[in-house]
């Protein structure tokens, strides 16, 4: 199931300026949080009202009276999706579920990260709530289809070891690959994180065999930073990409 020109709200959230998307279908509302790690309220004022901040970046309305006019039903949470499991990505998942009782999705294989959360946000000196315990585990190359979206699971380790990246199937132009901490504009996820199993030639690795191969059209939301393209990124990165030459799987190590 691929879903026609979806609504992207990215939110840059808390001190470490993580994005959060949240994927809506412009046909039938069903929308999806990705990455819900921070300023949960902001995040449930916009979507239930479309109050407060709001997103910091959006190709769909920015009120109530333009999702009318464009005839999109009001938003529905079908689903909680996380790239991976580093507290300011999954922090305040709790709070978001306590308001949308949904399923959360999450890699097992940062399930142990996951229990972290709360502890290693107190060495920043900020408050979590006790960690969420993913509902459904995400499975490499399986699609997963919540309400009417669609997306493929590309597990990608190297920064995280359940790190994954969410492909959106869009059927009337490029898709849109949710790639968390695992690709960046211009470079790469860090591989020192305590706890969580980095390795950049796992990285490396992880890139070229599972996002290189996609569309070069493909737009890339990352979990901080500029949006890109897969093209651009093969072309440019210069860790991982083709201007990385032979130095790709040796730069970049903490990046």
Avoid at 100 to 107: A, F, Q, R
Wanted: one cysteine or more.
């Amino acid at each position: 199931m691929s879903v026609q020109s979806p609504w992207v709200d990215c939110f840059i959230l808390g001190p470490i300026q993580m994005r959060c998307s949240v994927v809506t279908d412009r046909a039938t509302g069903d929308t999806v949080i990705i990455d819900g790690g921070d300023e949960p309220q902001r995040l449930i004022d916009w979507i239930d009202g479309f109050s407060g901040q709001g997103p910091d970046w959006s190709n769909g309305p920015i009120s109530k009276d333009q999702a009318d006019s464009q005839v999109i039903p009001a938003r529905r949470i079908v689903a909680l999706i996380n790239t991976h499991a580093h507290f300011d990505h999954s922090g305040h998942v709790p709070t978001l579920l306590q308001h949308y009782p949904v399923k959360w999705y999450l890699h097992p294989d940062d399930t142990f990260l996951q229990t972290l959360a709360r502890s290693s946000a107190q060495r920043y000196g900020l408050e979590m709530p006790e960690p969420a315990v993913a509902d459904i585990d995400l499975v490499d190359g399986e699609i997963v289809t919540v309400g009417s979206l669609s997306f493929e699971i590309l597990h990608t380790p190297g920064h995280s070891l359940g790190g994954c990246c969410l492909r959106l199937l869009v059927d009337d132009g490029p898709d849109h690959v949710f790639v968390g901490d695992t690709l960046f504009a211009g470079s790469v996820g860090r591989t020192d994180i305590a706890n969580s199993g980095g390795d950049f030639t796992v990285l490396a690795h992880s890139i070229h065999t599972k996002l290189w191969p996609l569309d070069p059209a493909s737009l890339v939301y990352p979990g901080h930073g500029d949006t890109t393209t897969i093209g651009h990124e093969k072309a440019t990165n210069p860790f991982v990409g083709d201007a990385a030459g032979a130095g790709s799987f040796t730069r970049g190590r903490f990046s």
